[in-house]
């Protein structure tokens, strides 16, 4: 076993649910708890080993988790159930779910003192969530989406891709941002 420290960001749902649940799964390999989330017990394990184990993997996950992520769950016993639970609700290709991303990707701005390479990163995150979610939009789209989470200090820039040209793309629009910068 490893002595490796893993520095699991809380999700409060602002951040990205998949990586966060990839974090929490290196963690349960780090502590043996992985084989709490599969559905049945391991024929080698006791019943009361078993309880404990989840047990103990709830409560890491829940430690993860901002109280409000945290409250629907403080019952459930069985890491598999919780585990499952928070995939359907955080992962689920629903209406609700496609909604709130596609309201964080249009909302999306450019926050002063950001490098132009985190602000595309973070762009880029929230595009992949919604491809994930089966909502794709075109490349010419996503570029104007780019530009327009820009201040409009940057409207000259906007000008000078846009100028002529009946339609540009992501790759035009990053390249020129990094250029920029």
Not at 76 to 95: G, H, I, Q, R, V
Not at 130 to 155: C, H, I, K
Request: proline share 1%.
């Amino acid at each position: 076993m490893s002595n490796a420290k893993f520095a699991v960001k809380i999700f409060d749902r602002s951040g990205h649910f998949g990586m966060w649940q990839a974090e929490v799964l290196d963690v349960f390999f780090q502590q043996g708890l992985d084989i709490a989330i599969e559905k049945n017990k391991p024929d080698n394990i006791g019943e009361g080993d078993w309880k404990i184990i989840n047990r103990v993997a709830c409560g890491t996950i829940r430690s993860y988790l901002a109280r409000e992520q945290e409250y629907p769950y403080t019952k459930e016993t069985f890491a598999s159930k919780l585990w499952n639970a928070l995939e359907d609700k955080f992962l689920k290709k629903n209406s609700q779910n496609k909604l709130y991303m596609k309201k964080r990707l249009l909302r999306f701005t450019y926050v002063h003192g950001t490098t132009m390479n985190d602000h595309i990163t973070s762009f880029n995150k929230l595009a992949t969530d919604l491809q994930n979610m089966d909502v794709t939009f075109s490349d010419g789209d996503m570029a104007l989406m780019l530009l327009s989470s820009l201040f409009d200090e940057y409207e000259h820039l906007e000008t000078t891709l846009l100028y002529g040209n009946d339609e540009v793309s992501l790759k035009e629009v990053c390249s020129a941002l990094y250029s920029y910068e």
